[in-house]
């Protein structure tokens, strides 16, 4: 394995700021990574508060855990949490099947790459724990996979009955997996990991009883040796810990919905877009009614659902807060402040998206007494595959150029040199000679009769159409000469700028894993380093 890193040019809007000059956005975020002193601080902000639920916590985790193949590495972490000078580093991710996009594979790296350099940093426990957000119910944004074509990628859906149950609740549909699971085989090639992968895929599907289940099957399966943690945000039993903050959020949901316009507004006056635009009276929780997750709004001193004649009092909510708080779950604007209030976090591990809105929320955080906790953005990287990075080594080629989104440039640039003649340029010349030799034509016609007028217009509408048909049979005719090698051009941007996008938010891990095993990814973060400002390239 080889690595190797981008250069700063490809980060952009306020991740760059955000890492390169900060004094533009430091104001939104209460600690600034770049001080030599963060951790320190961070750490004397955690130590100065409590966590009385800890014990409980850990009690949970450890419920889930003991269950999962080759849980010892995850029981030790959970043991170290239960002390309390332990901290955690967390990020997290939607259920996606197959654990969706790469990128989420690059968080849970990101996790323990910092956890094992924190805690040799600052002599201390650090344990890496992933935020599964299991109390979301849009299906339709972790139910696909994208699987490879006779040209690029397709996308393939899970079939399954479309509900507003979270993914905790949701039933895996396992027949239609099964389905699914034949499919990606038949588009994955046949190697020395393919049968094992196959054959865990079907055994997980069918022991899974739910997405999140499903998702954690999977992570887990990737990452068992370093003990990463799952803490699933629809568990009922976490709900019952976090029955405290859920009163605290009903009991200042006005100043809430305030505070949050407020940091929208204060980003925005930065002149950054603001990625978290929300309804004024988005109460910002969500409350489970018969199976279905529902949005609840505050207006006029009243919660309500709406296009419903559902309505509530604050106490009515607050009492059920207290019998029932698996009913309640957070959004988008919640759920930090949940997981900050929940976890003596250390650092949390940001995508650019996160961060963005994230950077809306510090209004917020200090309404309830809290600090954004350090924002360390996440791993970012392009896998090239062996016989990508042969073919760039013959072409010396930059697997960077093509990361960047110049690979078609670059293969029109290169089938333009096998011309004898530039096609564009002879038929440029040849419409310009068309159109001044049928200039007159047309002014003549135009004088004698608005018919003939109109006969000029068409007859000289032909005579470009048929130039433009002549030039792509030309172009046509080269590209057929050079077909071979155009493929190659092509097979080389499918991989590492699919569909236009980076690598990292389109495939999934499964088509690498189906090349190079299981423990490709903890290879790559034996070989990675502690710093993520710069995206990776990891040569396999």
């Given at each position: 394995?080889?690595?190797?890193r981008?250069n ?10 955000y890492?390169e ?14 001080d030599?002193?963060?951790?320190r ?10 966590f ?9 985790l450890e419920?889930?855990?003991a269950g ?19 901290l955690v ?7 996606g ?7 989420t594979?690059y968080?849970a790296m990101s996790?323990?790459?910092m ?16 935020w599964?957000?299991?109390e ?7 139910r696909f996979?994208?699987m ?6 397709q996308?393939?859906v ?8 979270s ?7 396992k ?12 588009s ?5 990991h ?5 054959a ?15 998702f954690?099957?999977?992570m887990?399966?990737l990452f068992?040796e ?7 945000s629809?568990?009922?039993?976490i709900r019952?810990?976090e029955?405290p ?7 200042q949901t ?16 930065l ?7 929300t ?5 910002h ?6 199976g ?8 006029d ?5 709406k296009?419903?004649n559902?309505?509530?009092?604050r ?6 807060v207290?019998e ?8 988008v604007?919640?759920?930090?402040l ?5 976890l003596p ?8 998206g996160?961060?963005?809105?994230w ?7 200090t ?7 350090p924002i360390?953005?996440r ?12 073919w ?19 293969r029109?640039?290169?089938?333009e040199?096998?011309?004898?003649l530039s096609i564009?340029?002879v038929?440029?010349?040849a ?15 135009r ?11 068409e007859?000289?509408?032909?005579l ?14 080269v ?12 097979e080389a941007?499918?991989?590492?700028y ?10 999934s891990?499964i ?7 299981f423990?490709l ?6 070989e ?13």
């Open positions: 394995m080889r690595i190797e981008l700063k040019m490809h980060l952009q809007g306020l991740l760059y700021d890492l000059q900060p004094a533009r956005c430091q104001k939104r975020f209460s600690y600034d990574i770049h030599a002193n963060w951790l601080e961070r750490v004397a902000d955690i130590s100065a508060r409590s009385p639920h800890r014990q409980a916590l850990c009690d949970e419920k889930k855990h999962l193949p080759h849980a010892e590495p995850c029981l030790n972490h959970i043991h170290k949490l239960r002390k309390d000078e332990s580093v967390v990020g997290g991710q939607q259920t099947i197959l654990t969706g996009p790469l990128y594979v968080k996790l323990i790459i956890a094992r350099h924190y805690e040799q940093t600052l002599q201390r426990p650090v344990v890496p724990v992933f599964v957000a299991g979301d119910h849009d299906l339709d944004e972790i996979v994208y490879k074509a006779t040209r690029g990628w996308k393939h899970l079939e399954d009955e479309r509900t507003d149950e993914a905790t609740d949701k039933a895996f549909p027949a239609a997996f099964s389905v699914l699971s034949q499919k990606l085989f038949s994955l090639p046949e190697t020395m393919t049968q094992h992968l196959q865990f895929l079907l055994e997980a599907a069918q022991t899974s009883q739910t997405y999140s289940d499903f954690q099957v999977m887990h399966k068992a370093e003990g990463l943690l799952y803490l699933d629809g568990d009922q039993a019952q810990l029955r903050f859920f009163r605290a959020l009903i009991q006005e100043e809430l919905q305030n505070m949050q316009q407020a940091g929208n507004e204060a980003l925005t006056k002149g950054y877009p603001s990625t978290l635009v309804a004024r009276e988005n109460a929780l969500f409350l489970t009614i018969d279905t997750r529902r949005r609840l709004d505050y207006a001193g009243h919660f309500f659902i296009g419903t559902l309505s509530y009092t106490e009515t909510l607050l009492a059920m207290e029932t708080p698996e009913r309640f779950s957070n959004n604007v919640t759920r930090p949940m997981q900050e209030w929940l976090t250390l650092a949390f591990s940001a995508g650019p996160e961060l963005s809105y950077a809306t929320l510090k209004e917020v955080f309404l309830y007494g809290l600090k954004i906790p360390v953005p791993l970012s990287a392009t896998i090239v595959p062996r016989h990508i990075e042969k760039l080594l013959e072409q010396s080629e930059s697997a960077a150029a093509y990361i960047a989104g110049e690979g078609i440039r670059k029109e640039s290169w089938l040199k096998k011309q004898s564009e340029d038929v440029h010349e419409q310009k000679e068309i159109e001044q030799a049928h200039r007159p034509l047309r002014q003549l016609a004088q004698m009769s608005p018919t003939l007028r109109e006969l000029s217009e007859n000289h509408l032909k470009q159409q048929q130039l433009q048909f002549l030039k792509e049979k030309m172009l046509q005719e590209r057929g000469k050079h077909a071979v090698h155009l493929r190659k051009f092509d941007i499918d991989w590492l699919p569909q236009s996008k980076p690598q990292e938010r389109l495939l891990m088509i690498f894993v189906n090349l190079y095993g423990n990814f903890s290879r790559m973060i034996a990675t380093p502690p710093s993520f400002d710069r995206p990776f390239i990891y040569y396999l």
